[in-house]
């Protein structure tokens, strides 16, 4: 259910964007968003489903700021006619930004909690 949730939102605002920039919406480039979509809402919930709860959170939270910053660059028009391209690289980057800082905390919380209960065993 959380991979479909996140598939049809992440999929609506990208879509959503190409109207608002009135690009053409054939169907090779609404099967790309598609794609982007589908890897996107992918990530999330693989690390869901390994039970690792703070790369969920940190990670949907990045795909929030990614889809604001997405339509504050289509809205604002901060690069006439470049708009589309702007936007999803835009998208992607904070999403791969939100990934790797999803993984090192997720790390990082691994390694205290194993630090801490080396510490409660020695005492």
Do not use: H
């Not at 904070?94 to 905390?105: E, F, R, S």
């Amino acid at each position: 259910m959380v991979f479909v949730f996140y598939t049809i939102i992440t999929f609506l605002s990208l879509l959503t964007t190409r109207v608002m920039l009135a690009s053409e919406l054939l169907s090779r480039p609404i099967l790309g968003l598609l794609i982007i979509s589908v890897a996107s809402s992918l990530i999330p919930c693989i690390g869901g489903f390994l039970g690792k709860r703070i790369f969920f959170i940190i990670y949907t939270f990045c795909t929030i700021v990614a889809i604001i910053y997405m339509f504050y660059i289509v809205m604002v028009n901060t690069s006439p006619g470049w708009g589309d391209l702007t936007s999803i690289i835009g998208y992607l980057f904070i999403i791969a930004v939100g990934t790797v800082l999803a993984l090192v905390t997720e790390v990082l919380s691994y390694f205290i909690k194993t630090k801490l209960i080396k510490n409660k065993k020695l005492w």
